[in-house]
Nanobody, 115 residues
């Protein structure tokens, strides 16, 4: 079983930056591909970025060049560095394994981009 706790969200002005963190329990964290997801009200949850156990990354077109996913296996943590934030990035962000498992969804962390 894996437990995931997201943090680092907040209110930021357009063009600003935030760094999200996802702390995972479990000694086999390093074996999982991990992803950051987001879900706006009334929309399906979407994959924002993912990172393999070996460190390969992929991004949604909407965030490519602005967001960077990384992981620290020694700390059982995956990060999402978000730069050049836009109002349309406003929503709740979640981490999960990739592909996601229903049992692993956490509370998420709210990101609000507004002036």
């Amino acid at each position: 079983q894996v437990q995931l706790v997201e943090s680092g969200g907040g209110l930021v002005q357009p063009g600003g930056s935030l760094r999200l963190s996802c702390a995972a329990s479990g000694s086999i964290f390093s074996l999982y591909a991990m992803g950051w997801y987001r879900q706006a009200p009334g929309k399906q949850r979407e994959l924002v970025a993912r990172i393999s156990s070996g460190g390969s990354t992929n991004y949604a077109d909407s965030v490519k060049g602005r967001f960077t996913i990384s992981r620290d296996n020694a700390k059982n943590t995956v990060y999402l560095q978000m730069n050049s934030l836009k109002p349309e990035d406003t929503t709740v962000y979640y981490c999960n394994v990739y592909p996601p498992r229903n049992a692993y969804w956490g509370q998420g962390t709210q990101v609000t981009v507004s002036s």
